[in-house]
């Protein structure tokens, strides 16, 4: 029994890496399908477009897509080191932009707070109206209220990656702290590689789903084939979630959902470059640590003060 069972399992095996290749090769053609047909997928006003963002934006194509794009940069990183440096610098500060420009959601939720408490505390206010270039938009103060969170959402979600890059996040350290620099190098990499990537992929695919069941019917479902898929379309419909917590609330939840897709591909770029830049440090040594790093300073006389989050 023992020994039928090998050439079983070596036969899954075998097929599994042929399934892999195979689809890592057509990953290149996919990608060039979908850039020389750009109306398939771009043409909204076209049922089977949008039906093919969704079906596609959660598939095994998109994500062979995604990791021969890493494969090829990784291959020219190693090419030419300069290459891989580049891509740090882009990612990290594409990182450091969003934070940066997000954070301020946190002096807008602060400022909104205050007044949402004058009005309602010292001029009974019912609601509040805004009439940018002539158009009105009013809401009742508990609609402002309940929005508040959408802020919070928006500092942790966008503001995540940039935290990273500051090394202003949390560490549990059991081991790193006392190891060699090429060490910690060797456990970021690892790190990145098999905890930051997988897990942003794993939060994709059930975002993605998530996210069109509240924006369209009939509801898609990640089981569900292509072509079960395409039959839909010709019933499908916009069904934007508009439902909130209470008569006069917040009504834009889809937009929690939007800013949690936007977090997985962050994490997942971050993890790219937090791969490449510790593959760099390592391969270079302790003279590259740090290099072309963007951090925040507090200013002259602070510096006791940062790094110390």
Not at 53 to 74: D, H, M, P
């Amino acid at each position: 029994m023992e020994e039928s069972a090998s050439p079983g399992a070596l036969g899954a095996l075998l097929d599994g890496g042929v399934w892999f290749l195979k689809n890592l090769v057509l990953a290149f053609y996919h990608f060039g399908y979908a850039v020389t047909h750009p109306g398939l997928w771009l043409d909204w006003s076209n049922n089977e477009a949008i039906m093919r963002v969704v079906y596609f934006g959660g598939s095994v194509e998109f994500f062979f897509v995604v990791l021969a794009a890493f494969l090829v940069l990784t291959g020219l990183g190693l090419w030419r080191r300069s290459i891989m440096w580049g891509a740090v610098r882009v990612l990290e500060g594409f990182a450091n932009t969003v934070g940066r420009f997000f954070a301020w959601a946190g002096l807008l939720m602060v400022l909104q707070q205050i007044m949402i408490v004058f009005l309602q505390r010292i001029f009974r206010v019912a609601e509040i109206q805004l009439g940018p270039l002539g158009y009105g938009f009013a809401k009742d103060l508990s609609w402002w209220s309940e929005e508040l969170k959408l802020y919070n959402a928006m500092i942790v979600c966008l503001c995540a990656t940039y935290t990273f890059v500051q090394s202003g996040h949390v560490r549990v350290d059991l081991v790193y702290a006392g190891v060699s620099f090429r060490t910690k190098r060797l456990i970021d990499m690892f790190g990145a590689l098999f905890f930051m990537m997988p897990v942003a992929v794993l939060t994709w695919l059930y975002s993605w789903f998530f996210l069109w069941r509240h924006l369209i019917t009939p509801k898609p479902s990640a089981s569900e084939s292509f072509d079960r898929l395409m039959m839909k379309a010709r019933a499908l419909r916009w069904n934007v979630e508009t439902i909130g917590f209470s008569p006069n609330g917040f009504n834009g939840y889809f937009l929690f959902k939007v800013l949690l897709l936007a977090l997985t591909a962050m994490i997942f770029v971050q993890a790219v470059a937090f791969f490449y830049r510790s593959f760099l440090e390592y391969v270079e040594g302790e003279d590259s640590a740090g290099k072309y790093l963007d951090r925040d300073s507090l200013g002259a006389g602070e510096e006791a003060y940062e790094g110390t989050h």
